[in-house]
C-alpha cells in the first residue's frame, strides 16, 4: 500500500465534535473529540484531541470532486441526477432499493472510465464500489504522538497531550445563537435572544499528523487522481467544522518515502489525471450521466405494503 504522510500546521483553532452517546447529558460546551493512542513511554493508553478520517474524507471529497467538475465544464447544480451527484460529492446515500446486478463489466467500464469513482468508491441506488483511498485519523503531535510516524525523525517534543488537553479546556470558544421567534417555548425573551453556547477547539499552531493511503493493485490513473486528491485537499479545504466562522485553515505538508511532496511533485503526479479529463471530457460526461441506466434497482417492498397485499390476496 502507498503511504503518504504528512504535518499540518493549524493557521486557524479547530473544531470537532465528539460523539456523546449519553443523549440525556445536557451541555452548552461541545467537547472535542479524542480518541485512545496507546503510548510506550508510559506504557499504557492516553486519550488524544483528533479528527477523524471521515470528516478529512468529506471535505477532500468535496473539494476534489468541485475540482474535477470545473474541468470536465459541467455544472453540478443543473446536469447531473442528484442521486448521482451524491454519489460523487458525498458518497451516495443509503436506500432502501434493491440493485439489479448488471453484468460486471458495467462496474469495471465504470471505474475505468471514471477514476474519481476508483478512487473514491460510494454507494448509488445499493451498487457498491469500494474505495480505493485510505483515510487516516488526524491527531497532535505531541511528547505521546511523536513514535506515531517514526519515518519524519520528529525530534522532542516537549507539550504533552495532558497539557494541550488542559489549555482546550480552559479556552473553549464561545458564540452567541439568537432563536427564532416562537421556536424556544418556556424561554424569557431575553434567554431567546442571546442563547450562549460553547466549543472546545485545537488551538492555532498545533502540528497535526496525518496519512493518506492508496490500495495495492489500482491503475495509474488511479494513482493520479489519488495525488489530485491530495493536491484539493491542500490547496482548498479546512478542518473540522465551522469553516465559516474561521476555524480549520491549515497549511501542510505530505511526505513520500521521506522526501517532501513538493507542490511542483504534485502537479506532476496529478497531471495524467486531469490531461485524461480534459482529452476525454464528452466520454466521461456521457458515462456520468447514463449512470442511472446502467446502475438499475428496484425499490423494496416495506413490510407495511406486503401485508397489505398479502391481505387483499385470497382463494379465487
Known sequence: MKRIIGQLKLK???IHGALIPDFDQKSNVTEI???????????????VPAVSGNSIRGTGRRAFMSRTFESLELDPNTEIPLDVLY???AGGTTSNAKPVPPNRQVYKDLRSALPFLDLLGGTYRG???????????AVPLVRETAALYPELKIDSVEITASELIAVIKQNPVGYTKTALEGSKEGLSEEEKGQMIFYYEAIPAGTTLLHEFGLRDGVSAL?????????????????LGGNSARGHGKFEGKYYENRDTLTAEELAQKSGPYWEY?????????????GIPEQLQAKEKESEKTKNKQESDTGDE
Do not use: M
Not at 33 to 47: L, T
Not at 222 to 238: D, G, K, M, P
Open 12 to 14: 486557524d483553532s479547530l
Open 33 to 47: 473529540r479524542k480518541i485512545p493512542v496507546y503510548c510506550d513511554e508510559v506504557g499504557n493508553y492516553i486519550s
Open 87 to 89: 454519489l460523487f460529492f
Open 127 to 137: 451498487h457498491y464500489f469500494r474505495s480505493n483511498l485510505i483515510v487516516r485519523f
Open 222 to 238: 488511479t494513482e493520479s487522481a489519488f495525488y489530485a486528491f491530495i493536491e484539493a485537499f491542500l490547496t482548498r479545504c479546512t
Open 277 to 289: 479529463l480534459e482529452k476525454n471530457r464528452n466520454r466521461i460526461k456521457e458515462t456520468i450521466l
